[in-house]
């Protein structure tokens, strides 16, 4: 990919303060909201990546269940939410759908609740993520939340 870092950087940034903007509810961070996850005592990354992907990464799991036709079009920006559970099993909180394929249509909450396993982790997490479709290549970034720094890319 032949972007520059920064400017993509200043993408996902403006992307996430512009949701954060609008009034945020509870422990929902974006815009459309699920039902059926377990939000009792979690925790959000902060300054690093606590929970860790398995080797079928989130990107390897979208791309194999989305439909052909989905993944062949997809275009725009995807901030999710998703609860870790102790156990590596994953529940879409919330999401914002800024694609040009609707959140129905991309059948997504199933995917990522029965397809989305992570190594398990030591607590409970609500672990924050920009994917980013530019037709044939994708870009995602991880989003921890401090005090001291705001939202943020974490590595």
Partial sequence: MNLNFN???ILFLF???SIFSEKVMAQHMFKEKFEDCNT???TTEKDS???QENEKDIIYVLANN???ENVKNIKGLLSLQIIVDTNGSSCLLSITNDTDINTKKLNIK???DKKLTWRK???KTSVLLGIKFYGTEVEK???GMSKEKGFHVIN
């Fill in 7 to 9: 400017a993509l950087r």
């Fill in 15 to 17: 992307g996430l303060l």
């Fill in 40 to 42: 009792k005592r979690f």
């Fill in 49 to 51: 990546i606590s929970v």
């Fill in 66 to 68: 989305f439909t052909e």
């Fill in 110 to 112: 199933q995917i990522i």
């Fill in 121 to 123: 982790p030591d607590k």
């Fill in 141 to 143: 970034k991880r989003i």
